[in-house]
């Protein structure tokens, strides 16, 4: 059960630059009882799919070229929440 301000979020820099907010996901309302979203307009309340137990698939295009780039997870969580992250495939087009 997420909180609003519980979230978690994916960032990427290409070629050292500066970190961009790629997604995030976070709960949409106060209450613990709320279930995790994607945030689709990245504005901290999830408005996206919920996430389930179900292997979901998501996409994300990341809309700049380079030479290296890095992924990185934050999450934010106040209390004990479970969660795992699975098969993060990153592709690349010529």
Request: aromatic share 8%.
């Given at each position: 059960d997420f909180e609003t301000a519980e979230v978690i979020y994916i960032e990427y820099s290409v070629d050292s630059g500066a970190w961009t907010r790629l997604v995030n996901y976070s709960g949409n309302g106060p209450a613990a009882s709320t279930l995790l979203y994607e945030d689709k307009n990245?504005?901290?309340v999830g408005d996206g799919l919920v996430i389930t137990t179900t292997f979901t698939t998501f996409t994300y295009s990341?809309?700049?070229t380079g030479?290296?780039?890095?992924?990185?997870?934050?999450i934010s969580i106040n209390s004990a929440e479970d969660f795992a992250f699975d098969n993060i495939e990153i592709t690349g087009t010529h």
């Open positions: 990245l504005d901290g990341i809309p700049v030479s290296t780039l890095q992924i990185r997870f934050v």
